[in-house]
């Protein structure tokens, strides 16, 4: 059964950092891209970052580039975003989901609705 679970979360003030982790179960992760998504109380689901099999390719929405970084760890069938400089708005339920044929910026942008498999998430609040 492909199962994701996602870890890390919590609560930190502004301007904290945090390192949330996605672990896959059920299948190898280097067969398929992964994308982190974060959804806001009331707001719909926004692509964050998404990264290539390969981890040569990655994605960063406008809002979080040079503060977030992804990364993979194949061999671990884990995938990581470290998270710097947080602000109140990045509050919300970060979850992971695995994508196939589309490019890495569209798994993250115009495709969030197609993707088949996602994790329950991890909540992560951000208040001082």
């Known amino acids: 059964q492909l199962q994701f679970v996602e870890s890390g979360g919590g609560l930190v003030q502004p301007g904290g950092s945090l390192r949330l982790s996605c672990k896959a179960s059920?299948?190898?992760?280097?067969?398929?891209?992964i994308g982190w998504f974060r959804q806001a109380p009331g707001k719909e689901r926004e692509g964050v970052s998404c990264?290539?099999?390969?981890?040569?390719?990655?994605y960063y929405a406008a809002s979080v580039q040079g503060r977030f970084t992804i990364s993979r760890a194949n061999a671990q069938n884990t995938v990581y975003m470290k998270m710097n400089n947080l602000k109140a708005e990045e509050t919300g339920v970060y979850s992971c989901?695995?994508?196939?044929?589309?490019?890495?910026?569209?798994?993250?942008?115009?495709?969030?609705?197609?993707?088949?498999?996602w994790g329950k998430g991890t909540l992560v609040t951000v208040s001082s």
């Open positions: 059920g299948f190898t992760l280097d067969s398929t891209k």
């Open positions: 990264i290539s099999i390969g981890g040569g390719i990655t």
């Open positions: 989901a695995a994508g196939v044929g589309y490019t890495t910026h569209d798994m993250c942008t115009s495709q969030i609705s197609l993707l088949r498999y």
